[in-house]
């Protein structure tokens, strides 16, 4: 089969691997389209805090049909449509899954957009409603609004009952968040995102969900109300920020961890019941995620450069 191989950290390329076959308990789905995240860049260059050896196939999420399953799967059966998070090997033709992790799709949702759903918006609901705590009414800053990540927690946000102001570097990325539901953006390149906040919420929101860090993290941070939280996601800018913890103390605000992959890897039922739940939230029609722009397994080094480079709006599928 043909996948997209990274054989020594920092570049990757398109080659012929053996077709992987499920053992017990695993299926293997035909990949329609694999979704990219800032991850799978990290991973290729050796950055994330998981090292992979070289040579390994990238792409944690992917979208197709159950090919053939192992001794004793039941479900899902050969030619279930279904999404997986998969860690690594989605960006190949083939992929070998756990059948357990493989969710099937609702029928309103196409290949390319279900591979660019789960990582995103299993992040969201996870950090938002069960590390953060949010209730409907409450209002949401969202850092890095216009990436696949900011988009989604947009998404989610609103889904529960949430007002977003979303921030976004650039006029597209912002017009995107807005498309996604927020009530207002903020041009976090230009304007003070505390100031910004504060006049959003009347004095402060309650929740800010951070995968940005770097030189917003305080300004979002003092633009928390009394007892508001503050979501740590991730480190898009490069740079993990140093915060006052002065600013944790006055007005007993929370800064809480998000770690979604590593409790998805410990809790598979709970991750199973957490994508399952979204998913029934897109087929009611509650969660609308948009179209991902979409490449060929050829474009990937580009893509996965790009990715990182933070120069796309929304998410990109690869097409096997």
């Avoid at 928390?224 to 898009?236: E, H, K, P, S």
Wanted: one cysteine or more.
């Amino acid at each position: 089969m043909r996948a997209l191989v990274c054989e020594e950290l920092g570049s990757v390329a398109v080659a012929e691997r053996e077709t992987p076959e499920p053992a017990a308990g695993e299926v293997a789905i035909t990949v329609e389209a694999a979704g990219v995240n800032f991850v799978d860049g990290l991973l290729v260059h050796g950055r994330y805090q998981i090292k992979l050896p070289p040579p390994f196939v990238p792409g944690g999420e992917v979208a197709g049909t159950v090919s053939a399953v192992g001794p004793g799967v039941t479900s899902p059966a050969a030619g279930t449509r279904v999404v997986a998070v998969c860690g690594v090997g989605g960006f190949a033709e083939r992929v070998v899954v756990p059948a357990a992790t493989a969710v099937p799709i609702p029928d309103r949702l196409d290949a390319a957009r279900a591979a660019t759903f789960p990582q995103s918006h299993c992040t969201a609901l996870f950090a938002l409603r069960d590390r953060g705590g949010l209730r409907e009414g409450e209002s949401v800053l969202v850092l890095g609004a216009g990436g696949g990540a900011g988009l989604a927690a947009v998404r989610v946000a609103v889904a529960l009952g949430a007002t977003v102001l979303a921030g976004a570097s650039s006029e597209d990325k912002r017009r995107a968040a807005l498309d996604a539901g927020a009530a207002a953006v903020v041009d976090t390149t230009g304007r003070s995102v505390k100031d910004a906040a504060r006049e959003f919420s009347g004095g402060g929101v309650d929740l800010v969900y951070d995968p940005v860090g770097g030189d917003l993290a305080e300004p979002a941070l003092r633009a928390l109300r009394a007892d508001g939280r503050y979501l740590v996601i991730g480190f898009a800018s490069g740079t993990i920020p140093s915060l006052p913890l002065n600013q944790v103390l006055l007005r007993n605000r929370t800064v809480t961890g998000v770690d979604w992959g590593s409790w998805s890897t410990g809790n598979p039922a709970g991750q199973y019941a957490l994508l399952a739940e979204l998913l029934d939230l897109v087929a009611d029609g509650t969660l609308d995620p948009a179209a991902p722009a979409t490449a060929p397994l050829e474009d990937g080094g580009r893509v996965l450069s790009d990715v990182l480079g933070r120069r796309v709006t929304g998410k990109i599928a690869l097409i096997p």
